[in-house]
């Protein structure tokens, strides 16, 4: 306690500042709590998954224990940091204890946030294995995901192929379709009134029907040219329509955020107007619009599943061939990782290119 005069000659006391320390060690408790509860719950889960079964489904119960081992040790590696960084040598230093009372709280906090997702982890390896493996043996099938695996990747290639030339083709037409909309000229009135007919028209309708029209109606039509594609090409044909919708939209939505100054900055120094669209709109709004068109794309892609409809024997429809033979969905599962890595692939290369895009801007 200290004590001092005020101004008028009396006498004042003042608590002295307390260090206060945060309950480091309350939050070590917590962290070390949980970790023996996920070890309680990994050891548990280990010993339900080594029953005797053939080399695959050796190869599979490995697998997921050392999924399970890795987990325990990411909890345990931060943990172990805490406790380190809670012993204080020195008490009277302060700023010695609040460091380290600071680094051990954090890491008992990074220590629970592993344990949280690690018993996240097990929690959906238990739903593989409850009800002896019931879960696991319908879905994941080691020995029909080995069996099918080489069909489904050949016939994956026709989901490839369709994605890539409808994606070429949206990007054309669609840009068509956005110049279009945007025109404030009378004489293309019309065809601007057209335009946003077709976009009210195929962006309400669900593609499977738009692919269902195409695939057989186009057959029937004996038109020359048309009436004998594959179904392959209808398919095309049928994602382009619709994606060309969305994607016209927005393309449009990138055009109209550039500032009309730069529109009359052109047109003055003598560019016509498909120039100054050309050398000056058009690459500026693509660019500001590069995260939806890749929105509309991985849509695309998904949507190649549904041209088995027409008769096209894509990944899904050949993974329906061995479900229907098998009477066990483990090859459905294989086009569903085929399409998790392909879109998951694009967006993280479009993250790290907008992340460098963004570096560049800012001088980074």
């Known amino acids: 306690m200290t004590s001092e005069l005020d101004g008028a000659g009396g006498v004042l006391t003042r608590e002295p500042i307390r260090l206060r320390i945060a309950p480091t060690r309350h939050l070590i408790s917590s962290a070390l709590l949980v970790a023996v509860l996920c070890a309680v719950t990994g050891g548990a889960l280990i010993s339900a998954i080594w029953a005797p079964g053939s080399p695959v489904i050796l190869g599979f119960q490995l697998g997921l224990t050392v999924v399970i081992a890795a987990g325990l ?3 345990i590696i931060p943990l172990i940091g805490a406790i380190q960084a809670s012993r204080v040598k020195n008490p009277a230093d302060r700023v010695e204890r609040r460091t380290k009372s600071a680094r051990s709280r954090q890491r008992a906090a990074v ?6 997702a690690v018993l996240v982890v097990m929690g959906v390896i238990y739903f593989l294995i409850v009800n002896d493996a019931s879960v696991q043996k319908t879905f994941l099938q080691p020995d029909l995901m080995i069996l099918s695996f080489p069909d489904i990747l050949a016939a994956f290639g026709q989901n490839v192929f369709i994605a890539l030339v409808a994606q070429v083709l949206v990007l054309i037409w669609a840009m068509v379709i956005a110049l279009l909309r945007i025109s404030k000229t009378a004489a293309m009135k019309p065809l601007r009134s057209l335009a946003t007919l077709y976009i009210d028209i195929f962006r309400g309708l669900p593609a499977i029907i738009v692919i269902y029209l195409v695939g057989f109606g186009l057959s029937f ?5 048309l009436s004998d594609l594959s179904a392959t090409w209808y398919a095309i044909i049928a994602l382009t329509l619709t994606y060309g919708a969305y994607t016209a939209e927005v393309y449009r939505s990138g055009l109209e955020s550039i500032h009309p100054s730069q529109v009359y900055a052109a047109r003055s120094l003598g560019f016509s107007y498909l120039q100054t669209m050309r050398v000056v709109v058009v690459p500026q709004g693509i660019r500001r619009v590069i995260p939806p068109l890749m929105n509309n794309f991985i849509s695309l892609q998904k949507d190649t599943a549904l041209v088995g409809i027409i008769g096209a024997v894509d990944a899904f429809n050949q993974s329906q061939i061995y479900a229907g033979n ?6 459905v599962t294989i086009v569903a990782v085929f ?12 993250d790290r290119y907008l992340d460098r895009r963004e570096r560049k801007r800012s001088g980074a």
């Not at 220590?111 to 949280?116: D, E, Q, T, Y």
């Not at 039509?221 to 040219?225: M, V, W």
């Open 221 to 225: 039509t004996q038109i020359p040219g």
């Open 111 to 116: 220590s629970m946030g592993v344990a949280a």
């Open 73 to 75: 040790i990411l909890v």
């Open 326 to 331: 098998h009477f066990n969905l483990s090859s």
């Open 339 to 350: 399409f998790l890595i392909i879109t998951i692939t694009q967006a993280r290369l479009l």
